[in-house]
């Protein structure tokens, strides 16, 4: 038998479901299922965790030409609490010398197939983050966290807060996103110490259509060093009237939310 027919047929005769394997190996259960499916094999210490899981060896598991299993308890139809506490000793262990402590949580409840929070924090020994480590969820939260609200060291979604930041409202020391707020920002919107976007602002900043910052270049440009088609030097202090009247001149349309931001940047640049 294959490695995938041995785990089928030893899930279910312990009466665990995948979703239930899954959660005791910390894995998702589309993993279990490639598993299963024999598209994808386990790495080393999940072997060794269904090994103990299931009372059978490594060997029995990965050598198709083993077809009993060496259990030297005869086999269970049940998973014994004391197996369940060694497995999750072991997997500790194991865990903890392999790649660090990862601390794992998803939300039961669950909102178009993803839970509404998923938890993946913690320190990755070997340096390389496997996707059962990715914060995936409605709200993720991790090292690497992807969901519509994403916080995390690397954040992805439709706001993301983190260290690096990529989303539609994006927050961090490295934002991407269409607003952006950040040491470094890129974005339709750019705020931060330095800025690129569409429209910019921050102490260095550089825009397709209007930057104000203490150093500003765009066609439509407001700074105390400023380059530009139309330029707007701060000097001895600009009011929010003149930064006003002079971007409404360049961009009558300019929607009156951006006006104001800009207006305000414009006034306070030093």
């Known amino acids: 038998m294959t490695f995938s027919e ?34 994808a094999m386990p790495e080393l210490i ?3 965790s269904l090994s103990e899981l299931f009372g059978v060896s490594v060997d029995y598991l990965v050598k198709d030409w083993m ?21 999750e000793k072991k997997v500790d262990e194991l865990t903890n010398y392999v790649k660090g402590r990862v601390y794992r949580y998803d939300s039961k409840t669950r909102i178009f ?15 390389r983050l496997s996707m059962d480590n990715v914060a995936r969820g409605i709200i993720a939260i991790g090292n690497c966290a992807v969901g519509v609200v994403a916080i995390g060291i690397i954040g992805v979604g439709l706001l ?13 020391f490295v934002a991407m996103g269409l607003v952006s707020f950040g040491i470094a920002a890129l974005g339709i919107l750019a705020l931060g110490v330095s800025a690129v976007g569409v429209y910019s602002g921050g102490v260095a ?7 104000v910052a203490v150093s500003a ?14 330029v707007l030097l701060w000097g001895d ?29 414009g006034a306070h640049i030093k």
């Not at 900043?205 to 930057?211: N, S, V, Y």
């Open 160 to 172: 993301s807060l983190g260290v690096v930041a990529l989303g539609l409202l994006a927050l961090g």
């Open 205 to 211: 900043a550089i825009a397709a259509k209007i930057a």
């Open 67 to 87: 077809e009993e299993p060496d259990n030297p308890c005869g086999g269970t139809e049940e998973i014994s609490s004391k197996q369940a506490d060694r497995l």
């Open 6 to 39: 041995k785990l089928t047929g030893l899930r279910r005769k312990s009466g665990i479901s995948q979703e239930q394997l899954a959660d005791r190996l910390g894995v998702t259960r589309q993993s279990v299922s490639k598993w299963e499916g024999g598209t």
């Open 217 to 230: 270049v765009a066609p439509t440009a407001v700074g105390e060093f400023a380059s530009g088609s139309h």
């Open 113 to 127: 197939g993803l839970p509404l929070v998923s938890v993946r924090f913690g320190f990755v020994r070997n340096g």
């Open 237 to 265: 202090g600009l009011s929010a009237p003149e930064v006003r009247s002079f971007l409404l001149e360049h961009h009558p349309d300019l929607w009156e939310p951006l006006l104001r931001l800009l207006t305000d940047i």
């Open 46 to 48: 999940k072997l060794i």
